[in-house]
């Protein structure tokens, strides 16, 4: 009887992946503001609401506003006072927001992902999709996003607790001691960026894999969605920055020049920060992009290498 050897890992061709991955969104351009137009025009007011509710947190007055919503909606106004009242309240309003979209940006990736590797093109003119492969799509994606933050926020409790060990003992160390605390909060912050990074770039590009073969309804597990991209970690790192960093540039070069203007009122911070939200869930696309296609790579491997029937 003859032994099958197992195929060796493919390596994942990067460059020819980045320039397919621009070709790839340039020739479905029609397809994307079919997909995505709807959900677009729904999160608008959504985005705008929410982010003027946080630019009104930021500021000293805010709290006159709470106390006759309170008498209005006694609950509702409760409510926002203790979310006022606590230090974390802006932060608190950017976290409702991140979990509004998230269906709203499965949604689009799905039928993004069925494009590209089962050829599912949406035909009607509005699309909404909420089903359990979208769902399915929201736990997985945010169970990564948790990953590669709860790992940051572990660390940068781990250094605030050092920190504060060191703070009690300043008085004794005079100005050594404040020089250390301020060089270990520094540190610890740089620290903190570069663990985020390496899990953004060496970790979740290979892990994520699982996310394409669950808009296909495709069972994989995120170990298996590790073995199957072995040998690849650097490349997929390389490729995830030439496809995401270029897209996302103009964004980023827009934003910093808005906040070198300044502070700006609350329309014109409503205004800017929509204008990002919306450019993101576009250019996000991307990256689900590159997702589609070192997943067609890497299961195709995957099924070649599979045992033949008996």
């Given at each position: 009887?003859?032994t099958?050897a197992a195929p060796?890992p493919?390596k994942?061709?990067?460059w020819q992946?980045?320039g397919?991955c621009?070709?790839?969104?340039?020739?479905?351009?029609?397809q994307l503001m079919?997909i995505?137009?709807?959900?677009l025009l729904i999160?608008?007011?959504i985005y705008a609401?929410?982010?003027w509710?946080?630019?009104k947190w930021?500021?000293e007055d805010?709290i006159?506003?709470?106390y006759p919503?309170?008498f209005?909606?006694?609950?509702?106004?409760?409510?926002?006072?203790d979310?006022?009242?606590n230090?974390?309240?802006?932060?608190l309003?950017?976290f409702?927001?991140?979990?509004?979209?998230?269906p709203?940006?499965a949604?689009?990736?799905?039928?993004?992902?069925r494009l590209?590797?089962?050829?599912?093109?949406?035909?009607?003119p509005?699309y909404l999709r909420l089903?359990g492969a979208v769902?399915?799509?929201v736990?997985y994606?945010?169970?990564?996003s948790?990953?590669?933050?709860?790992?940051?926020?572990l660390?940068?409790?781990?250094?605030?607790e050092?920190s504060s060990?060191?703070s009690?003992r300043?008085?004794?160390?005079?100005?050594f001691g404040w020089l250390?605390?301020?060089?270990i909060?520094?540190?610890?912050?740089?620290i903190?960026?570069?663990?985020?990074?390496?899990?953004?770039l060496l970790v979740?590009?290979?892990l994520?894999?699982?996310l394409p073969?669950?808009?296909?309804g495709v069972r994989?597990?995120?170990a298996q969605a590790?073995?199957?991209s072995h040998?690849?970690?650097l490349?997929?790192?390389?490729?995830t920055?030439l496809?995401?960093l270029p897209?996302?540039?103009p964004?980023?070069a827009?934003?910093?020049?808005a906040?070198?203007?300044?502070?700006v009122?609350?329309?014109?911070y409503?205004?800017?920060?929509v204008?990002?939200?919306?450019?993101?869930?576009?250019?996000?696309?991307?990256?689900?992009?590159?997702l589609?296609l070192t997943?067609?790579?890497?299961?195709?491997?995957?099924?070649?290498g599979?045992?033949p029937?008996?």
């Open positions: 009887m003859t099958l060796s493919r994942l061709p990067v992946t980045v397919a621009y070709a790839t969104v340039a020739r479905n351009l029609g079919r995505s137009w709807l959900w999160m608008l007011p609401g929410l982010l509710l946080h630019w930021q500021q805010a006159d506003y709470l919503l309170a209005e909606w006694p609950v509702l106004g409760s409510i926002a006072l979310v006022w009242l230090p974390l309240g802006p932060y309003f950017l409702v927001l991140f979990v509004v979209e998230w709203f940006l949604s689009i990736a799905v039928a993004w992902h590209l590797l089962s050829r599912e093109r949406v035909t009607a509005a089903d769902r399915r799509y736990l994606s945010f169970l990564l948790l990953f590669a933050v709860g790992g940051v926020l660390l940068a409790l781990i250094i605030a050092y060990l060191v009690m300043v008085s004794e160390l005079g100005d250390l605390r301020v060089g909060s520094n540190v610890g912050q740089i903190a960026m570069l663990v985020y990074a390496a899990i953004v979740l590009p290979r994520s894999l699982v073969a669950v808009a296909l994989l597990s995120l590790w073995r199957m040998g690849n970690t490349r997929l790192a390389l490729a920055l496809c995401c897209a996302f540039a964004m980023l827009a934003l910093l020049w906040e070198s203007y300044g502070t009122d609350g329309a014109g409503v205004v800017r920060e204008i990002n939200c919306l450019s993101y869930a576009v250019l996000a696309i991307f990256a689900v992009t590159l589609s997943y067609r790579l890497f299961s195709s491997q995957r099924a070649e599979a045992s029937p008996a």
